[in-house]
């Protein structure tokens, strides 16, 4: 069965980088794009990012322009997203999703990985 | 952008009603519109894609429609386990790929 597990919980202080795993299995693993989306306390759902997971190429939010780096290592399946200048605002649970669409057609996200909640704080 | 406006923000039902939620987009999406659930602590599912496509596995009261700007879904003899939080999103143009604010319904 398909699945996405991510890394653990990690806490950083402000000006810091993180970096989220998201190991996959059950399916082709560079058949199917690899989105970030995160999700701030009590908030709703915002979109971060994609990478092809075949190519390596990656398309960011241009709120995250300049901050974030998504890459992949299709020999052990996963997928790396690391945010850097880490600020307050930034404490969030981050996801990993997969696109359903075969071969970066844009499409939904049918299977996200449990998410991995970042805490900024000094 | 694209921007994904949901409503109402909150939403009260009983338990074997009906409700509809609904989602306007900025510009017109054709049916490029999928909506989710989410429950606490848990990631988002995946409900319906293309504005009306059940995803497998989703029960069959939960449908959608609507095409160009706005899009609505209704869930027909709620179940306590539908009681969550619905996300609308549009997937028309990936930059970005915008969620709407999300509605929660709650039981009555």
């Known amino acids: 069965q398909v699945q996405l597990v991510q890394s653990g919980a990690e806490v950083k202080k402000p000006g810091a980088s993180v970096k989220i795993s998201c190991m996959a299995s059950g399916y082709s693993f560079t058949t199917y794009f690899i989105n970030w989306v995160r999700q701030a306390p009590g908030q709703g759902l915002e979109w971060m990012g994609v990478?092809?997971?075949?190519?390596?190429?990656?398309t960011y939010a241009q709120k995250f322009q300049g901050r974030v780096t998504m890459t992949r290592d299709t020999s052990t399946k996963t997928v790396y997203m690391q945010l850097s200048s880490l600020r307050s605002e930034d404490t969030a649970v981050y996801y990993c999703?997969?696109?359903?669409?075969?071969?970066?057609?844009?499409?939904?996200?049918?299977?996200w990985g449990q998410g991995t909640l970042v805490t900024v704080s000094s | 952008d694209i921007q994904m406006t949901q409503s109402p923000s909150t939403l009260s039902a009983s338990v074997g009603g009906r409700v509809t939620i609904t989602c306007r987009a900025s510009q017109t999406i054709n049916t490029w519109v999928a909506w989710y659930q989410q429950k606490p602590g848990e990631a988002p599912k995946l409900l319906i894609y293309?504005?009306?496509s059940l995803q497998s596995g989703v029960p069959s009261r939960f449908s959608g429609s609507g095409s160009g700007t706005e899009f609505t879904l209704t869930i027909s003899n709620l179940q306590p386990d539908d009681f969550a939080i619905y996300y609308c999103?549009?997937?028309?143009?990936?930059?970005?790929?915008?969620f709407g604010q999300g509605t929660k319904l709650e039981i009555k």
């Open positions: 999703a997969r696109a359903s669409g075969l071969f970066g057609v844009i499409s939904p996200f049918d299977y």
């Open positions: 293309r504005a009306s």
């Open positions: 990478i092809n997971t075949s190519g390596g190429s990656a």
């Open positions: 999103q549009q997937y028309d143009s990936i930059s970005p790929y915008n």
